[in-house]
């Protein structure tokens, strides 16, 4: 599978924006997807994953209330809208896929990554 992220930019602390993941290669619905983010100096985390049929989401605490994931196989895409975003969202931010069962908060258990978009919120 190759994902490609799109979607990042630079916003004010409050605004929002929408992150795409594309896929090709494979069938898509496949695959659970995550979303991870890196900030400079700091470890990968991650922020939001959606299981294959996209009934299950799963978010990190930071993030509840503000971010939501969803997916729409027929056009091989899974989007995060960011909402409310604060000056420590701050980060490039990963998609990834996920063939097997496993915890979806885990790095390790991603099969393929994206190549990242980086999203800037001043404060």
């Known amino acids: 599978v190759q994902l490609q992220a799109s979607g990042g930019g630079l916003v004010q602390a409050g605004g929002s924006l929408r992150l795409s993941c594309a896929a090709s290669?494979?069938?898509?619905?496949?695959?659970?997807v995550g979303w991870f983010r890196q900030a400079p100096g700091k470890a990968r985390e991650f922020v939001a994953a959606i299981t294959r049929s996209g009934t299950n989401t799963y978010y990190k605490d930071s993030v509840k209330g503000r971010f939501t994931i969803s997916r729409d196989n027929a056009k091989n895409t899974v989007y995060v809208q960011m909402n409310s975003l604060k000056p420590e969202d701050t980060a490039v931010y990963y998609c990834a896929a996920k063939g097997s069962n496993g915890n979806y908060y885990y790095i390790p258990n991603y099969d393929y990554w994206g190549q990242g978009t980086q999203v800037t919120v001043s404060s």
């Open positions: 290669g494979r069938t898509f619905s496949n695959y659970a």
